[in-house]
């Protein structure tokens, strides 16, 4: 893959790590500062809205400058959300920091995939994006174990031995941690190569992007393979950031868990992401990608099955299946959205409108789940809600992609029969 391949894998990995280590410590901060219970999945609500409102603009940021600039600038941005973080010391102020991490998150997207279809061939973007997908869920897995040890009172009391200044919780400690690796993936963006694509756009009007995102879109929707595939992999994202505070809730209720432990089983998921990722990079070609369609469906059956168990152990077997299942099918889906957004659009602009849909996704789920806490709903209940609702609409996008191929198959038949006259 060469060394611009792994310096942006390893970018990527500090930034992911970060990322995923400060949500369990924001959750904290929540406590701590005594939030209703419906506030904890609105941190990933804030988390994502800039990807949705800056959607327009984000792709053209990324593609205006080498996307090693747009990565070290957006990660910037992330430090300057996790200063406001440790200086919040209210509800809102937290939920406000945490935001402007998520604009970081925004920016950085569309360059972080865009940059691997101008770096590599079209063969290899299932490689590439099993790998990026590997090791943003090793990060996932190390990020929440992080998290929920540095916020442990063992850990944080070591923590705050030191005796730095303005340092007074665990929470406090564990965000200056967080930032160093932030630091860290910053540093290493100053070293990604410039691919020698020319960065330079031809429109800077920011009504005249919002046009041309509008057009982007509905290329992407409107195109066979593209919709289908975006389809698949809204629905993952959204279902991925439910279910990251489905399993917080569950392993409370049903296993008696903490936060720090119950972070614990989100990095169980990631395990088997990790394992479903590897495999979908080593066995599913980018022409075979629309095969793993199914595997979204057993997905949700799978998820309604948690329910049933009371011990650790059966649970950490069924979470490894859900996430395996999930990393299988989600693998393929991007690298053909990426392979059809580059053809139809450019990188930066596919992967902005891929963020669109698939964050609208996440903020459509998460409020759902947010109304479903408000209203006392039991985490059984939601379970079984959600597991249903993945794979109705798993179904539904199969038979949309049976459609299409019947369709191109009539069409085709058509036109070789006038051919023939």
Same mark, same amino acid.
């Given at each position: 893959m060469g060394r611009g391949f792994y310096t942006i894998m390893a970018a990527q990995f500090f930034s992911s790590l970060a990322d995923n280590a400060l949500l369990v410590v924001a959750i904290a901060l929540l406590i701590d500062l005594h939030a209703p219970e419906y506030l904890t999945p609105m941190l990933k609500f804030v988390f994502v809205l800039f990807y949705v409102l800056l959607a327009p603009l984000v792709g053209a940021f990324a593609d205006s400058m080498a996307k090693g600039w747009v990565m070290f600038i957006s990660n910037s941005i992330?430090?300057?959300?996790?200063?406001? /973080?440790?200086? !919040?010391?209210?509800? #809102?102020?937290?939920?406000g920091a945490y935001a402007v991490v998520g604009l970081g998150a925004a920016a950085y997207s569309p360059a972080k995939y865009g940059i691997l279809t101008e770096l590599l061939p079209p063969e290899k973007l299932v490689i590439a994006n099993g790998w990026m997908e590997g090791l943003t869920v090793a990060s996932i897995i190390l990020g929440t174990v992080i998290g929920g040890l540095l916020i442990t009172?063992?850990?944080?009391?070591? /923590?705050?031995? !030191?005796?730095?200044? #303005?340092?007074?919780?665990?929470?406090?400690?564990?965000i200056i941690v967080i930032m160093l690796f932030y630091i860290i993936a910053a540093i290493t963006n100053l070293f990604i190569p410039d691919t020698g694509i020319d960065h330079r756009i031809l429109k800077k009007n920011p009504i005249f992007l919002f046009h041309d995102f509008v057009r982007c879109v509905k290329l992407l929707w409107f195109d066979k393979l593209g919709q289908i595939s975006l389809a698949v992999t809204t629905l993952f994202w959204g279902a991925g950031a439910t279910l990251q505070f489905i399993v917080l809730k569950w392993a409370e209720v049903a296993l008696g868990y903490a936060l720090n432990k119950a972070a614990l089983l989100q990095g169980v998921v990631a395990v088997g992401i990790a394992l479903g990722s590897v495999l979908a990079a080593k066995l599913v070609s980018l022409r075979r990608s629309l095969d793993v369609i199914p595997l979204g469906i057993v997905m949700g059956i799978v998820v309604i099955l948690i329910v049933t168990v009371q011990d650790i152990w059966p649970a950490v077997v069924l979470l490894v299946i859900i996430g395996g299942l999930a990393g299988f099918f989600v693998v393929p889906m991007n690298a053909l959205l990426q392979h059809r957004g580059h053809i139809l659009m450019g990188a930066g602009h596919s992967i902005a409108v891929q963020n669109f849909n698939e964050n609208l996704g996440i903020l459509t789920m998460l409020s759902l789940y947010a109304l479903l806490i408000w209203f006392d709903v039991h985490i059984y209940t939601v379970i079984a809600l959600f597991g249903l609702?993945?794979?109705t609409t798993m179904i539904m996008v199969r038979k949309w992609h049976l459609s299409n191929q019947s369709k191109q198959d009539s069409l085709h038949l058509i036109g070789t029969q006038k051919r023939q006259f």
């Amino acid at each position: 893959m060469g060394r611009g391949f792994y310096t942006i894998m390893a970018a990527q990995f500090f930034s992911s790590l970060a990322d995923n280590a400060l949500l369990v410590v924001a959750i904290a901060l929540l406590i701590d500062l005594h939030a209703p219970e419906y506030l904890t999945p609105m941190l990933k609500f804030v988390f994502v809205l800039f990807y949705v409102l800056l959607a327009p603009l984000v792709g053209a940021f990324a593609d205006s400058m080498a996307k090693g600039w747009v990565m070290f600038i957006s990660n910037s941005i992330k430090i300057i959300g996790c200063t406001l /973080l440790f200086f !919040a010391a209210h509800q #809102l102020s937290a939920l406000g920091a945490y935001a402007v991490v998520g604009l970081g998150a925004a920016a950085y997207s569309p360059a972080k995939y865009g940059i691997l279809t101008e770096l590599l061939p079209p063969e290899k973007l299932v490689i590439a994006n099993g790998w990026m997908e590997g090791l943003t869920v090793a990060s996932i897995i190390l990020g929440t174990v992080i998290g929920g040890l540095l916020i442990t009172p063992s850990v944080a009391s070591v /923590l705050l031995t !030191a005796n730095l200044p #303005l340092i007074n919780t665990a929470v406090d400690a564990s965000i200056i941690v967080i930032m160093l690796f932030y630091i860290i993936a910053a540093i290493t963006n100053l070293f990604i190569p410039d691919t020698g694509i020319d960065h330079r756009i031809l429109k800077k009007n920011p009504i005249f992007l919002f046009h041309d995102f509008v057009r982007c879109v509905k290329l992407l929707w409107f195109d066979k393979l593209g919709q289908i595939s975006l389809a698949v992999t809204t629905l993952f994202w959204g279902a991925g950031a439910t279910l990251q505070f489905i399993v917080l809730k569950w392993a409370e209720v049903a296993l008696g868990y903490a936060l720090n432990k119950a972070a614990l089983l989100q990095g169980v998921v990631a395990v088997g992401i990790a394992l479903g990722s590897v495999l979908a990079a080593k066995l599913v070609s980018l022409r075979r990608s629309l095969d793993v369609i199914p595997l979204g469906i057993v997905m949700g059956i799978v998820v309604i099955l948690i329910v049933t168990v009371q011990d650790i152990w059966p649970a950490v077997v069924l979470l490894v299946i859900i996430g395996g299942l999930a990393g299988f099918f989600v693998v393929p889906m991007n690298a053909l959205l990426q392979h059809r957004g580059h053809i139809l659009m450019g990188a930066g602009h596919s992967i902005a409108v891929q963020n669109f849909n698939e964050n609208l996704g996440i903020l459509t789920m998460l409020s759902l789940y947010a109304l479903l806490i408000w209203f006392d709903v039991h985490i059984y209940t939601v379970i079984a809600l959600f597991g249903l609702f993945v794979s109705t609409t798993m179904i539904m996008v199969r038979k949309w992609h049976l459609s299409n191929q019947s369709k191109q198959d009539s069409l085709h038949l058509i036109g070789t029969q006038k051919r023939q006259f």
